[in-house]
């Protein structure tokens, strides 16, 4: 194809991704000059389309960032008020007391939110302070410049056909350069592990890890809605099949966002995260808190769990990661909002004195020493053992060992288990699946479980079909010829939506990929055993376009 032209764009800082991180560092910008020029470019039809998260929000971030927030009528409305813990067995569940817990895990001054609307209004507040804010574009390359700093994006090109050709529609989209570019993408964004292979920014680190977290929301019959309960659930029905666990989380007007999260490392091939989440419902203690109500959404996404060790270098030149584009979630409090705030506040700084010294495209150390030296890093590194003790000894070792861990980390600043690695990573983790029995699940009732494709319809999930798909296979032919021998192509399964299945075509297995479906989660860039998917971003407005609720 001949090289496309684009027309150029000049701003101070470019910011990839609307999420908490993403906003956040806009509106600090702008706090500190409100003459920077600062563009966020959101790949969902609106803000807010693709932020899954219903959410238990730890406001320190916000009260860093907004201190007026209350006075500004952020959609902060409902305190918890309630925190259970339980350990589930199939028919029964104990409940784990509250005073063990060290005290980063109570959910008291919390809020109940949902990250939908607090970023709605965070782009408000940015918008009203002269932020350019462009949803329905979606930045799918890195621009580079003369010393190979990278100096922008591009974003907007739509309307290739099937093949990648421009189509009779096409529009190139444009390049958007900055002093400084923000990568503020989520979890496995896509530019963002281009920047992370290119700068070795994860050299000498850990592997990153992750979980598929999916969730629902429910309204629920009032005389059973507790607004501002917090429950987390571990045990069944992953038991030692894979880690992970659910929440429940009562919102206001009889809203509950029920979720579940899968760790990714798990070993079976033959496990399906997304009817283990299914199965859960059937809990006698969650069924009978559904029974009655109905689910009004669905979404899934992957949520990083890496933590501490994890975490790449967070600058190159001309660039930085942001929140969980860098993985900054607190694992055992499953929080990362508050951090993606913190980081996105901690960037803006930094560029602004970098700008005010006339300095460009070079490496934001101040803002790696920010998140390092300050309250991301002591919140990550107070937990930093804890994912690892899980994967090693299992679940009741690790709440136990864990529990212990976060109290001496807590109290005395310090750890017996020093710093513990994470091993392999979650695509390497996959055993063969000889080695395993198939896992046979439950058919979904229509009343508290679901099929996986009219669950996906309640995402309100959309792509142009006509235009090349954004699941990129390395090899065509690896999903048949060495995964599905020897992993039973585990794809059909772990995604989340239900974009992979082996079909039989003319006597042969044959791949097929349902891109329409797909809801941003990245699941399968992360777990495929081959790590022969690589997730794109499609055109800008397509995907997921989760409720205003
Ligand atoms: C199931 C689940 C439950 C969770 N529960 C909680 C909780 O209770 N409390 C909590 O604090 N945290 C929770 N988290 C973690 C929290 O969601 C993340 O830490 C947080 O979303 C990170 O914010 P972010 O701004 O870095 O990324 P995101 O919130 O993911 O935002 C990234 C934005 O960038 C956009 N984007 C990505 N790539 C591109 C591109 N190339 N071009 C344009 N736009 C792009 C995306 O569409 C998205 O809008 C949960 C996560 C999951 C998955």
Partial sequence: MAEIEREAMEYDVVIVGAGP???????????????????????????????????????????????????????????????????????????IPNFPMPPLMNNHGNYIVSMGNVCRWMAEQAEEMGVEIFPGMACSELVYGDKGEVKGVVAGEFGKNPDGTPGPAYEPGMELHGKYVF????????????????????????????????????????????????????????????????????LDNNQVYVGFVVHLNYKNPHLFPYMEFQRFKHHPVVAE??????RVAYGARAITEGGWQSMPKLVAPGVALLGCSAG??????????????????????????????????????????????????KDLKMVRNVKPMWSKWGLTASLALGG????????????????????????????????????????????????????????????EESQPCHLRLGNEDTPVRVNLPKFAEPAQRYCPAGVYEVVEKDGQPEFVINFQ?????????????????????????????????
């Fill in 21 to 95: 991180a993403g906003l956040s560092a806009a509106i600090r910008l702008k706090q500190l000059d409100a003459d920077l020029q600062v563009v966020v470019l959101e790949k969902g039809s609106e803000v807010g389309a693709h932020i899954l998260s219903g959410a238990v929000l730890d406001p320190c971030g916000l009260n860093a960032l907004i201190p007026d927030w209350k006075e500004k009528g952020a959609p902060l409305n409902v305190k918890v008020k309630e925190d259970n813990f339980y350990m589930l067995g199939e028919a029964g569940h104990v409940r």
């Fill in 183 to 250: 990568l503020g993408e989520g979890v496995r964004g896509s530019l963002s592990k281009e920047v992370i292979a290119k700068f070795g920014l994860s050299d000498g680190k850990e592997p990153q890890k992750y979980g598929v977290g999916m969730k629902e929301i429910w309204e629920i019959d009032p005389a059973k809605h507790k607004e501002g309960t917090v429950t987390h659930t571990m045990g069944w029905p992953l038991g030692s099949n894979a880690g992970g666990g659910s929440f429940i989380y009562h």
């Fill in 289 to 294: 808190l559904l029974k009655g109500g109905k």
């Fill in 328 to 377: 900054m979630v607190n694992v055992p409090r499953i929080k990362g909002n508050h951090n993606a705030m913190l980081s996105g506040k901690a960037a803006a700084e930094a560029a602004y004195e970098a700008i005010k010294a006339e300095r460009s495209g070079d490496e934001l150390a101040a803002y790696e020493t920010d998140v390092r030296d300050g309250a991301i890093g």
């Fill in 404 to 463: 212990l861990d976060m109290w001496t980390n807590n109290l005395l600043g310090f750890s017996f288990f020093g710093t513990l690695g994470h091993g392999k990573n979650d695509a390497e983790a996959t055993e063969e699946a000889s080695k395993h029995k198939p896992i046979d699940y439950p058919k979904p009732d229509g009343v508290l479980s679901f099929d996986r494709l009219t669950n996906v319809s309640f995402s309100m999930t959309n792509h």
């Fill in 517 to 549: 479906n797909c809801v941003h989660c990245k699941t399968c860039d992360i777990k495929d055993p081959s790590q022969n998917i690589t997730w794109t971003t499609p055109q800008g407005g397509d995907g997921p376009n989760y409720p205003n609720m």
